[in-house]
């Protein structure tokens, strides 16, 4: 199993990772460590600990909306589906209604040129 040794915060840790994940395991911990960063900016020195969390807490958070909206989009998404799938039932049923109207006038068109055969 591959290690990848990541710096958070000025310390380094060493993390084992799935194979081909390293480029993205070091990816994640440079947000990490930038967020902690900011934080340390924003309320200057307020513990090594604190600051972890915090950052973990604002990524929770980021992560929980965006599950928020891709459950919104799925609901839309769903929504579209049944729209097209009634739409397409009522397509259907104009095509079968515009086709049995069409028989009808294509049986008044032969009745017509039958009787006018029949003087002629």
Known sequence: MPQVVVTIDGKTFRMACA???????ASLA?????RVNELRKSF???GD??????AAIMAT?????QRRRIA???????AAFRDRDEA?????ADERRFVAHMNEVA??????AGKIDGRA
């Open 30 to 34: 440079a947000e990490v460590d930038g």
């Open 88 to 92: 397409l039932r009522r397509v259907a």
């Open 72 to 78: 919104g989009l799925e609901a839309e998404i769903a």
């Open 61 to 65: 958070d980021e992560l929980s909306e």
């Open 49 to 54: 600990q604190r600051l972890v969390v915090m």
């Open 19 to 25: 194979e081909g994940e390293e480029d993205h395991l």
């Open 107 to 112: 049986t008044a068109i032969e009745t017509v």
């Open 44 to 46: 200057g020195e307020i």
